[in-house]
């Protein structure tokens, strides 16, 4: 048997890169997905995907910065399917830049999308997983999240906060059945990567993957495949932690 049938799947930042991969993923593996994100084509386009592919998945749009739509989107999610199994919290945003050139609007863009998106996310998942039973949360932190470096310092900041949010969590709620993990990718090639550093092949690409002890960049898919393993049964001892998906860059 597949390791999710019968589960019911939310996947913030669901349109694309990563969030679209795991969907997929979770989808394969007999899971009911609900896909989430700011862009309604794009969500649209990956429940077809699903569908085509023989799962079942359903799109509600939300922008995990405000409130009450995170809190919409999980009761749509538990009025279309009945129940909640499993949380990933992948939507979020980057910024680079000198730290003396950060303003108050990058900042707050950067820390509602990263942090009050993950934490709000919980606030409402959270509740629905106990009454299912029990669950699991996986949030998209980085490793941004675990070391310093130039000229990222509001995402640095944030990824860290995610961090914390984390363990925080996976302690509140280790004896209630609900397990908290995340998973900390380096640089994946996604739409984020070609924004950072103007895509694969460009030099800065080139020169990122070289960063890289394993000489190149990783795949969503492949974030995805730990993803679902913290997200399974295989995990059910494993909270609060952070699973890096880096190519051994923390290794360094």
Do not use: C
Not at 40 to 64: Q, T
Not at 93 to 120: C, H, M, Q, S
Not at 141 to 153: P, R
């Amino acid at each position: 048997m597949a390791r999710f049938t019968g589960k019911v799947v939310l996947v913030t930042g669901g349109t694309s890169g990563i969030g679209k991969a795991a969907a997929l993923a979770f989808a394969r593996e007999g899971a009911r997905v609900v896909v989430s994100g700011r862009r309604e084509p794009e969500g649209l386009a990956v429940v077809e995907e699903v569908k085509k592919a023989g799962g079942e998945a359903h799109f509600v749009r939300a922008d995990v910065t405000k409130e009450a739509e995170v809190k919409n989107l999980v009761a749509q999610a538990v009025a279309r399917y009945g129940r909640l199994d499993v949380a990933f919290n992948n939507a979020g945003v980057e910024w680079t830049g000198p730290i003396t050139e950060v303003t108050e609007a990058d900042y707050r863009k950067v820390f509602d999308a990263n942090v009050w998106g993950v934490l709000a996310a919980m606030k409402y998942e959270i509740p629905e997983l106990l009454r299912a039973g029990g669950g699991a949360v996986v949030n998209t932190s980085s490793i941004a999240g675990h070391v310093g470096m130039a000229n990222v310092s509001v995402y640095i900041a944030a990824k860290h906060a995610v961090e914390g949010l984390t363990k925080t969590a996976a302690l509140e709620y280790a004896k209630q059945g609900v397990r908290v993990n995340a998973v900390a990718p380096a640089a994946i090639v996604t739409d984020m990567i070609d924004r950072f550093v103007g895509g694969e092949d460009s030099d800065g690409g080139r020169g990122l993957a070289a960063m890289h002890p394993v000489g190149r960049m990783g795949r969503p898919e492949e974030v995805a495949a730990a993803v679902l393993y913290l997200a399974s049964d295989e995990a059910k001892f494993t909270t609060g932690v952070s699973l890096p998906v880096d190519g051994g860059w923390l290794a360094q």
